[in-house]
């Protein structure tokens, strides 16, 4: 948001993510000393704050205030990628960076 003009603004900066992050050592900086080594878990015993990449919604367009959605997902069950682009289903592969215009690198 661009609060000088008081409108949308696209961000067009690179911005790269892990496909796993794992903010458990984060958390537990933030939380009380548990007598555990500080790793904050659930009531199930595993760690809080262990995450996998399951999606990435992009916006491919010159602006804020137009363009089109392309979502990429990662099938949890079988570690696939698929693109998803209106009625138009694609497999991906093991990584969601298989189709180079839609992260406008191409």
């Not at 693109?83 to 215009?101: H, I, K, L, S």
Request: with cysteine; charged share 25%; glycine share 10%.
């Amino acid at each position: 948001f661009d609060y000088q003009k008081m409108d949308k603004l696209k961000a067009s900066d690179r911005f790269e993510f892990p496909l796993d992050l794992d903010l458990a050592m984060t958390l537990a900086s933030v939380t009380q000393d548990n007598s555990e080594g500080n790793i904050v878990r659930c009531v199930n015993g595993e760690p809080v704050g262990e995450y996998e990449l399951a999606g990435v919604l992009i916006h491919k367009g010159s602006n804020a205030h137009h363009g089109h959605y392309v979502a990429h997902v990662r099938d949890t069950a079988s570690g696939v990628w698929w693109r998803f682009d209106d009625e138009a289903v694609q497999r991906m592969g093991a990584a969601p960076t298989g189709f180079p215009n839609d992260h406008g690198l191409a």
